[in-house]
């Protein structure tokens, strides 16, 4: 029929640009190599199979763990949502597939798999094979279908890690901090400088008294910090109940006189 012979001609039209998308990768010259991963080639070139440089791992500020958590919480808990969720705690991995992919050009995902996971590869070697011909497949997890791995594979560009956006930007992360500051009373700063003031007068006191010579020293500076523990993890809501409450006793006061 018409639909059926359209149908065909788009699937084949679709498997041309993802034949010749995986060409041009492999007529690519390789960037970005740290080293080569002993005796391993690549499973349908035979070259080397070689570690990429990659950036370093994502630093997360306080802040960002806060925020990150609270955009999960807020994605829910369907399968769209846990696939979205997956995506957006696989900056790391994204980078490093690109990075290897610029690395070994014509590369499979089971390549990457070798190197970045390989308790996801099963060997199955003879005996007369070597260990850099040795064929496999991937694990039953990463063959399942709706695989992040896979769709993160497929999306991942060659890309060294000298070109790839930044996991960590500082810069941003500086200006986000300097405008929180500007916008902070000075109750809400001096609930920031508190840990860092009781933190200093808590060394002070350990590096000035001789605990040693009391029995019951030690115990007591460990109940010491583990209070200024307690003191110093307020957050947000515990700060705005107590501005509350202090002002329902300053109107109290004011109501007494």
């Not at 808990?77 to 070994?104: H, P, V």
């Not at 999306?155 to 941003?172: E, G, H, N, S, Y």
């Amino acid at each position: 029929s018409p639909t059926d012979s359209e149908d065909e001609f788009f699937e084949a039209l679709e498997s041309q640009e993802a034949a010749s998308e995986g060409e041009k990768e492999a007529l690519q010259s390789p960037e970005g190599i740290k080293h080569q991963l002993g005796k391993k080639v690549l499973l349908t070139s035979g070259k080397p199979l070689d570690v990429p440089i990659t950036q370093d791992p994502l630093v997360m500020t306080e802040d960002m763990v806060v925020e990150q958590s609270h955009v999960l919480s807020e994605l829910g808990t369907s399968e769209e949502a846990a696939k979205i969720r997956a995506k957006m705690q696989s900056g790391q991995l994204m980078s490093d597939m690109e990075a290897f992919k610029a690395a070994n050009p014509g590369c499979l995902l089971a390549d990457f798999v070798r190197w970045y996971s390989p308790r996801d590869w099963i060997e199955e070697k003879t005996e007369t094979e070597s260990e850099s011909l040795a064929k496999g497949r991937l694990s039953a997890r990463m063959e399942m279908p709706g695989n992040v791995w896979v769709e993160m594979w497929d999306a991942a560009k060659p890309i060294p890690a000298k070109r790839q956006k930044r996991l960590f930007d500082d810069t941003r992360e500086a200006e986000k901090i300097l405008h929180y500051l500007s916008g902070l009373s000075v109750r809400q700063m001096v609930c920031l400088v508190m840990p860092v003031l009781l933190h200093a007068a808590y060394n002070r006191l350990q590096s000035r008294m001789n605990f040693s010579e009391l029995s019951s020293g030690a115990k007591a500076l460990k109940q010491c910090r583990g209070k200024l523990a307690g003191l110093v993890q307020s957050n947000d809501e515990e700060i705005a109940a107590y501005a509350v409450e202090r002002k329902r006793v300053a109107l109290f006061n004011v109501s007494e006189t």
